[in-house]
């Protein structure tokens, strides 16, 4: 059983689009991450939430965790071709341990 | 510019062969992690380690183990590469504790004929 299950698993959108990617478990965090990995690349950190109901900027993407810190969102606004790629949430399990989710494939096309 | 570097991008091997996948960071991180990338799976752990010499298992320890000699090398090993551990593979580290950052190298993409 996946701990994190991402929504959608697959997402193809044009230029210029709104986007949000939904990240739910049924499990409590401390804290959730999520990251981009681009093709031939490993996963680049893009923020880490720790507050339930905590919203974060990055520039175009917001991302959200749950009021109760079980679930969250990535919002994409105007999504731009440089935007794709997998988007992974990420959770910590225990002390040292990070569970990631299913993924999100991200295609934008100009 | 910190970095993990993973020795191989591609390998492709026989049943039965033992592998090794090795994984160096320059970061001087306590933390270091074995993850394999399937699709539709996300990353699944594999093992990891919080110093040097020791070893924890994580979600899919079995068919690997793993060594921790030095501090800024991981080593993955497959006794006996089987089919179904063809895969994405993806060394991380991190500081310990904490909501701390994982670091990727580029991964080793393995097929096992």
């Known amino acids: 059983t996946q701990l994190l299950e991402q929504s959608p698993q697959f997402l193809s959108i044009q230029e210029g689009e709104n986007l949000t990617v939904y990240c739910n478990s049924s499990?409590?965090?401390?804290?959730l991450q999520w990251y981009r990995q681009e093709p031939g690349e490993g996963p680049v950190l893009l923020v880490t939430?720790?507050?339930?109901?905590e919203v974060k900027k990055l520039k175009r993407l917001t991302f959200q965790f749950g009021d109760a810190r079980k679930d969250s969102s990535l919002h994409i606004t105007a999504a731009q071709p440089g935007d794709t790629g997998l988007y992974l949430c990420?959770?910590?399990?225990?002390?040292?341990?990070?569970?990631f989710g299913t993924g999100t494939r991200l295609l934008v096309s100009p | 510019d910190v970095k993990v570097t993973q020795s191989s991008r591609y390998l492709v091997k026989r049943t039965g062969e033992k592998v090794f996948l090795e994984c160096v960071q320059d970061?001087?991180?306590?933390?270091m992690f074995w993850y394999r990338q399937d699709p539709g799976l996300g990353l699944r752990l594999i093992y990891f380690?919080?110093?040097?010499?020791?070893?924890e298992k994580g979600d899919i320890p079995e068919g690997y183990s793993v060594s921790r000699e030095k501090k800024e090398r991981f080593s993955l090993i497959l006794e006996s590469a089987s089919t179904n551990q063809t895969s994405m593979y993806l060394c991380?580290?991190?500081?310990?504790?904490?909501?701390?950052?994982?670091?990727f190298g580029e991964g080793s993409r393995l097929t096992v004929l």
């Open positions: 939430v720790v507050t339930g109901g």
């Open positions: 499990s409590v965090f401390s804290s």
């Open positions: 991380a580290s991190s500081l310990p504790g904490g909501v701390g950052e994982l670091f």
């Open positions: 380690s919080y110093d040097v010499k020791m070893k």
């Open positions: 990420a959770a910590r399990q225990g002390f040292q341990k990070l569970v």
């Open positions: 970061m001087d991180h306590e933390n």
